[in-house]
C-alpha cells in the first residue's frame, strides 16, 4: 500500500521555524520527483516547492523562496521542508506529493497533510 | 505564472445529473492539465490526466475534454459520493503547477 505520512506541523510564532517530514512506503521513492503542496483554510492549493529525484533540480514559489528549504534522503524513504521566518499567510495544510510519469502510466501520490499555524 | 480560472465556482446538482466544470488557462498549454477531487479534510486525489486520460481506479463516469486553454470536467451521473470540491491544475510550465480555484459541487 503507497503511504506518504507528514508530520512536523505545529502551532509557531511569526518569524519562528519549523521542519516537516514525509515519510513515504510501497512505491520506489527514489524514482519519483517530490512536491510540498500546501491549502490555506478554507481556501485553494497553492504549490510551494519541488525536488526532482537525484535532488539534483529544486524549484521554490516566490511566496517561500529564501525562508523555505526543501531536501530529501533516497536511503530514509522521507522527504522534507525547512520552513524558517514564517509568516501569518504561511499558515495551511502541508501535503507532500509524489508524481511519476512512465510507460506504466501516471503516478500521482498525496499524503494526509500537516497544519502549520503561524500565529501570535 | 499560468492563471487557471474555473467555472461556476460552486454548483448545486442532483444524484443522477450530468454536469460540467469548466477550465480556462491565462495561455496554451496543450493537454497539460489534470482534474482532482477533493473532500472535506481529505487529500485532493487525481481524477484525469493529461486533459482526457482516466486515472486508474476512477470510475468511468467521470471524463476530461479540451486543449490549448480550455479544458471540461463532465460527471456523466452524479453519484453520492461525488459531491466534493474540484480542481484543474496545468502541469504545462511543471514543476511550476498552479491550480484553479475550485468549484464545489454541492447536493440541490
Known amino acids: 500500500e503507497v503511504q506518504l505520512v507528514e508530520s512536523g506541523g505545529g502551532l509557531v510564532q511569526p518569524g519562528g521555524s519549523l521542519r516537516l517530514s514525509c515519510a513515504a512506503s510501497?512505491?520506489?521513492?527514489?524514482?519519483?520527483?517530490m512536491n510540498w503542496v500546501r491549502q490555506a483554510p478554507g481556501k485553494g492549493l497553492e504549490w510551494v516547492s519541488y525536488?526532482?529525484?537525484?535532488?539534483?533540480?529544486?524549484y521554490y514559489a516566490d511566496s517561500v523562496k529564501g525562508r523555505f528549504t526543501i531536501s530529501r534522503d533516497n536511503a530514509k524513504n522521507s522527504l522534507y521542508l525547512q520552513m524558517n521566518s514564517l509568516r501569518d499567510e504561511d499558515t495551511a495544510v502541508y501535503y507532500c506529493?509524489?508524481?511519476?510519469?512512465?510507460?506504466?502510466?501516471?503516478?500521482?501520490?498525496w499524503g494526509q497533510g500537516t497544519l502549520v499555524t503561524v500565529s501570535s | 505564472d499560468i492563471q487557471m480560472t474555473q467555472s461556476p465556482s460552486s454548483l448545486s446538482a442532483s444524484v443522477g445529473d450530468r454536469v460540467t466544470i469548466t477550465c480556462r488557462a491565462s495561455q496554451s498549454i496543450s493537454s497539460y492539465l489534470n482534474w482532482y477531487q477533493q473532500k472535506p479534510g481529505k487529500a485532493p486525489k487525481l481524477l484525469i490526466y493529461?486533459?482526457?486520460s482516466l486515472q486508474s481506479g476512477v470510475p468511468s463516469r467521470f471524463s476530461g475534454s479540451g486543449s490549448g486553454t480550455d479544458f471540461t470536467l463532465t460527471i456523466s451521473s452524479l453519484q453520492p459520493e461525488d459531491f466534493a470540491t474540484y480542481y484543474c491544475q496545468q502541469s504545462y510550465s511543471t514543476p511550476r503547477i498552479t491550480f484553479g480555484q475550485g468549484t464545489r459541487l454541492e447536493i440541490k
Open positions: 525536488i526532482s529525484s537525484s535532488s539534483s533540480t529544486i
Open positions: 506529493r509524489g508524481e511519476l510519469s512512465s510507460g506504466q502510466g501516471y503516478f500521482d501520490y
Open positions: 493529461a486533459a482526457s
Open positions: 510501497g512505491f520506489t521513492f527514489s524514482s519519483y520527483s
